[in-house]
């Protein structure tokens, strides 16, 4: 079955540590999103990417980075610059050039930083 | 720039009443317009889309929403809830980077 797989479910740094977020689409999807959710905030754009090896700042991308080096893939870093990086973290991918292509959304990442 | 507004954070309603969630949006253009749902520790699932045409749009699990262009609004209903339907509700605009609302969760009590 096609989806979007984020990976781990549950992950645990220490401040100040660098940590990178997996997602993987095997949808054939052009674009894909990295989301920010936090309770009572809804969610927050924080990087997309309509093609590979391109990529722009959303709302919130200060503190994190990403890459596009494979059409299937669309890694997010969360830096030891972000100031409040626990949170749950939502990739998802739709269909490039057409703007009212819905998204499709993995399980998420919940990350905690102590 | 485009984004939504959804008025209420918090909605209980009874198993077997109707359901309306309210959702305000400002886009410069033609909205292309979604309701999603989630559940909790989960991703968001997809239940209608609104592009144009008919302003009334039929989704998953019995739900309805209808475009109000004059009153920048497309709200969510569905006639009778189930207690399965409880989840949190995203309204949400895009045109190649979407905008979510900050989300409505719904109660159903029995």
């Known amino acids: 079955d096609g989806g979007i797989t984020q990976s781990p479910k549950y992950l645990f740094r220490k401040e100040g540590q660098n940590v990178t977020l997996s997602c993987e689409q095997n949808?054939?999807?052009?674009?894909m999103y990295w989301y920010r959710q936090d309770p009572g905030q809804g969610l927050r754009l924080i990087y997309y990417?309509?093609?590979?090896?391109?990529?722009q700042k959303g709302d919130i991308a200060e503190g994190y980075s990403v890459s596009r080096e494979k059409k299937e893939s669309f890694p997010l870093t969360v830096t030891s610059a972000q100031k409040n990086p626990t949170a749950f973290y939502l990739c998802?991918?739709?269909?490039?050039?057409?703007?009212?292509?819905?998204?499709?959304f993995g399980n998420g990442t919940r990350l905690t930083v102590t | 720039a485009q984004s939504v507004t959804q008025p209420d954070i918090h909605i209980t309603v009874s198993e077997g009443a109707s359901l309306e969630l309210r959702c305000n949006y400002s886009y410069g253009a033609t909205p292309y317009l979604f309701w999603y749902v989630q559940s909790p520790g989960q991703g968001l699932q997809l239940l209608l889309k609104?592009?144009?045409?008919?302003?009334l749009v039929q989704g998953i699990k019995g739900f309805e929403a209808e475009f109000k262009r004059s009153q920048s609004s497309f709200n969510l209903r569905k006639p009778s809830v189930h207690w399965s339907d409880a989840a949190e509700y995203f309204c949400?605009?895009?045109?190649?980077?979407?905008?979510f609302g900050a989300g409505t969760r719904l109660t159903v009590k029995p």
């Open positions: 609104y592009f144009s045409g008919d302003t």
């Open positions: 949808l054939n999807h052009d674009a």
């Open positions: 990417s309509q093609i590979v090896n391109d990529f």
């Open positions: 998802a991918s739709s269909m490039a050039g057409t703007d009212n292509s819905p998204l499709h």
């Open positions: 949400a605009v895009g045109a190649g980077d979407m905008r």
